[in-house]
């Protein structure tokens, strides 16, 4: 029933900055934990950074730590994921994800039920 649109990706310079949206409609995400995953043609879909529902509890990748920041309104059904200090590694289809069994933070694939269709991120040299 939840539909994630995410927004916000774009093309920029290393060292740069990007916010991505991620707009939930049809339902409430304000008890699902929330995650951004990423991926690259030919790449597995990977763990980016994952928040819990009151945005309360954090977890992010070691590749994005310090650099990227994730929060949420449920106010406005919205998850934002602040990313800092881009390098061209950062480059991917960034995604957002609804937890529907697990109000808490989670980084596992499995572990989401609803998916965004994603926002090109290309960062270069």
């Known amino acids: 029933q939840v539909q994630l649109v995410e927004s916000g990706g774009g093309f920029v310079q290393a060292g740069r900055s990007l916010r991505l949206s991620c707009v939930a409609s049809?339902?409430?995400?304000?008890?699902?934990?929330m995650a951004w995953f990423r991926q690259t043609p030919g790449k597995e879909r990977d763990f980016v950074a994952t928040?819990?529902?009151?945005?309360?509890?954090?977890y992010y990748a070691d590749t994005v730590k310090g650099r990227f920041t994730i929060s949420r309104d449920n106010a406005e059904n919205t998850v934002w994921l602040q990313m800092n200090g881009l390098k061209p590694e950062d480059t991917a289809v960034y995604y957002c994800a609804a937890n529907k069994d697990w109000n808490g933070t989670g980084k596992l694939l499995r572990q989401y039920g609803y998916w965004g269709r994603g926002t090109q991120v290309t960062v270069s040299s």
């Open positions: 928040i819990n529902w009151s945005g309360g509890a954090h």
């Open positions: 049809g339902g409430t995400i304000s008890n699902y934990g």
